[in-house]
């Protein structure tokens, strides 16, 4: 039990708050600010690194995540003063994966090449949308041609580099958001994430639409249609699904996020962030304050923990199922028995095949394409007593 991380490796996300706007459908932990000093959160980032280490002695650090809010607005001094300590801290592995999230609006050619010198080896970029109206109404804040000026530096800059978009947008048909795909694949790209629109209650989007003001989202059944012609598309362009919204080329994968779906160990540093860590044979849920200033001063109090909670092994396997049946390559349910101490349920499991909702391969059970727009169902089902 104590080294069922390591099938999943080990990671360290750090969480940058700010940002220049807060999209409307945006529910992550983020915030505006005109004034930062990139000083204190350094040595907060550092002070945090320096508290967390000896716990996680010996380990390989596998990844690192810049993620936000909007991490392009770091320093690159900030962002190489982090790799920097993580790598005094931990022996890294030699195809070590460091990722930054960028917005186009915060790009220029030196601020990349400052964080490629800091040791950034991937971007992931937030572009959204194709379409000047859309990302008007999405609230960004930059336009089309920004984006792909700013696609066009982080591919000089660097080798790997993906970008997000969103589909079922208002007003948006199968046709458009099947065009702006393959309009996407166009640009070279190795890896996309693409993301339903989802409605949030505490987003701008979500009191909106509470309120009947948030008209032209597509019907239920077109939105199903765009995610089986996003499989379909991406797959014919060589960027197959590998995880429920993440396509990628072969080997182009996001290693870290793969440390969440294949359920690893993951150390998560900054305001809000979430982690799992293994110490002395027990699994951990940790979260941190919420708010930057309270984070801060958390931090300079002597931890940025707000929460430190052990994970019962049920609980685990829960975990376990929730991520791993995320991805094509599926769930080890010889992994699900022993975390659980019981296999999945065998009546339930082949209701499910029969529905041609999973499939089975030797020890390995993964969601169909057919399973795959209803998993959450799935999961409910499977993991019901």
């Known amino acids: 039990m104590t080294d069922d991380w390591q099938q999943g490796g080990f990671g360290l996300y750090v969480h940058w708050p700010f940002c220049q706007a807060k999209c409307p459908y945006c529910d992550f932990n983020s915030h505006v600010s005109s004034q930062i000093d990139q000083q204190i959160w350094i040595d907060a980032?550092?002070?945090?690194?320096?508290?967390?280490a000896p716990a996680l002695s010996g380990r390989v650090l596998?990844?690192?995540?810049?993620?936000?809010?909007t991490p392009s607005l770091m320093d690159p001094e900030t962002v190489a003063a982090v790799i920097e300590a993580a790598r005094k801290h931990w022996p890294v592995a030699n195809d070590l994966e460091i990722t930054l999230e960028a917005n186009p609006g915060s790009v220029e050619a030196g601020r990349f090449a400052g964080f490629r010198d800091a040791g950034v080896s991937r971007i992931s970029m937030g572009i959204q949308s194709l379409n000047d109206d859309d990302?008007?109404?999405?609230?960004?804040?930059h336009t089309v041609a920004e984006a792909g000026a700013?696609?066009?530096?982080?591919?000089?800059?660097?080798?790997?580099?993906?970008?997000?978009?969103?589909?079922?947008?208002?007003?948006q048909t199968l046709e458009?958001?099947?065009?702006?795909?393959?309009?996407?694949?166009?640009?070279?790209?190795?890896?996309?994430?693409?993301?339903?629109?989802?409605?949030?209650?505490?987003?701008?989007?979500?009191?909106?639409?509470a309120r009947g003001k948030l008209r032209g989202l597509p019907e239920d059944d077109t939105a199903a249609d765009?995610?089986?012609?996003t499989q379909d598309i991406c797959a014919r362009h060589g960027l197959p699904a590998y995880e429920v919204s993440n396509h990628a080329h072969p080997g182009s994968e996001s290693r870290h996020n793969l440390i969440y779906w294949r359920y690893g160990d993951y150390l998560g540093i900054g305001p809000g962030a979430h982690g799992r860590l293994t110490i002395d044979g027990q699994r951990y849920a940790t979260e941190t304050?919420?708010?930057p200033g309270e984070w801060v001063k958390a931090v300079k109090s002597g931890s940025g923990d707000a929460l430190r909670t052990p994970l019962s092994t049920a609980e685990q396997a829960e975990e376990y199922m929730m991520m791993s049946m995320r991805l094509s390559q599926g769930l080890?349910?010889?992994?699900?028995?022993?975390?659980?101490?019981?296999?999945?349920?065998?009546h339930k499991l082949s209701q499910l095949v029969e529905l041609g909702m999973v499939e089975q391969d030797g020890a390995i059970l993964r969601a169909t394409i057919s399973g795959r727009p209803v998993l959450n169902a799935i999961l409910r089902e499977l993991m019901v007593d």
């Open 226 to 229: 765009m995610y089986l012609a």
């Open 289 to 291: 304050y919420r708010m």
């Open 135 to 141: 990302l008007r109404r999405l609230g960004r804040i």
């Open 150 to 171: 700013a696609f066009d530096i982080a591919r000089k800059c660097f080798d790997r580099v993906s970008f997000d978009l969103i589909y079922a947008r208002q007003n």
């Open 332 to 346: 080890d349910t010889a992994r699900y028995t022993k975390l659980s101490g019981n296999p999945i349920d065998s």
């Open 62 to 69: 596998n990844t690192i995540f810049f993620g936000g809010g």
């Open 45 to 52: 980032y550092l002070s945090e690194l320096s508290r967390t």
């Open 176 to 209: 458009d958001w099947s065009a702006e795909l393959t309009q996407a694949l166009s640009m070279a790209v190795d890896h996309l994430s693409l993301y339903q629109l989802t409605i949030e209650d505490g987003t701008a989007f979500g009191d909106r639409y």
